[in-house]
């Protein structure tokens, strides 16, 4: 089978990359690195004693360093990949040891809070450009990842006023070269549409789950066991790492409320068709959401497959 990722870079675009926290998205970011040949040599460096051991025995990078400061020590490219709420902790770490001109990136899922809490601990020599793939799975862990999660799907870079766009368009090529394809946004516009595209969508998920698990006149038993009329699906959302969203809703607070917002006053409108009997008027929405789902398969950010392609393996 041809690779999808294509062949390697004839020559790296980093000499060594420093990957801070090495979860489901670290590791995947180490792995398509040492497959693409994008920097010449990985440094890792994990919080948790036991990911790193686990990172050892992966042998997924060249180096696993026992603190933040020997990871990014000579490092061109420094890529935070840690829960959003400890972004800032490891940015005071690291500052003091980072080399002049690196660039300093991160992958978080929010934007504006992580440059607040980041930047002003960066020194002024590197070139701090963040940037959120929005790709993932609901699995955690450094087993978890795999080198082709970014291929396909979308990389949004939050550059700076003012940043040098020989280094923005260094981290572009780097993204693009992990398969992704890349758009940069101003910070609060990525938050905004994360929010809507996102956040609220988990929240509803974690919401109705939370909710079913919660009826007194429906078992638990029945909730699973009918799961196929649309519950299972939001389960899938609801088992996402429950860090990694406390986090995002803290972080995004003032966005995700405003979609919130939004959100409840488009399903008081709904609920007012249901109890008018307004056929029409449900039969109209439900048309629209269709050909949105739609436009996201043809743009190849989903599959056409019957039943999100979870058939039997033996169907
Ligand atoms: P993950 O699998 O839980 O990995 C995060 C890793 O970071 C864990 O091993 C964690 O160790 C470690 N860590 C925590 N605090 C640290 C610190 N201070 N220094 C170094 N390592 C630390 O999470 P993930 O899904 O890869 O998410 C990582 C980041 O990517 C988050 O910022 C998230 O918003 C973003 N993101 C996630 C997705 C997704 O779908 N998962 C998609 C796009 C972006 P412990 O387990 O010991 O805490």
Redesign the pocket.
Known sequence: MPDRLGPPLGAPLFERAAI????????SLARVVRRKGLAREIAV????A??RERLRALAIADEVADS?AAAVAGADLVI?????G??G??ARQIGPHLKAGAIVS?????KSSIIAAVAPHLPASVHFIPA???????????D??FASLFLNRWTILTPPEGADPKAVALLTAFWKNTGANVETMAPAHHDLVLAITSHVPHLIAYNIVGTAADLEEVTQSEVIKYSAGGFRDFTRIAA??P??WR??FLNNKDAVLEMLGRFSEDLTALQRMIRREDGEGLEGLFTRTRAIRRSIIDQGQETAAPDFGRRPKDD
């Open positions: 801070i926290g090495v979860g489901l998205i670290g590791s460096y994990d919080a948790s036991n990911v933040p935070l990949c840690a829960p959003v400890a972004m902790e490891i991160d992958v978080g899922s929010v959120h793939p929005v790709a993932g799975t609901e699995q955690s862990g450094p978890a990842g996402s790492d860090v990694m986090d995002i």
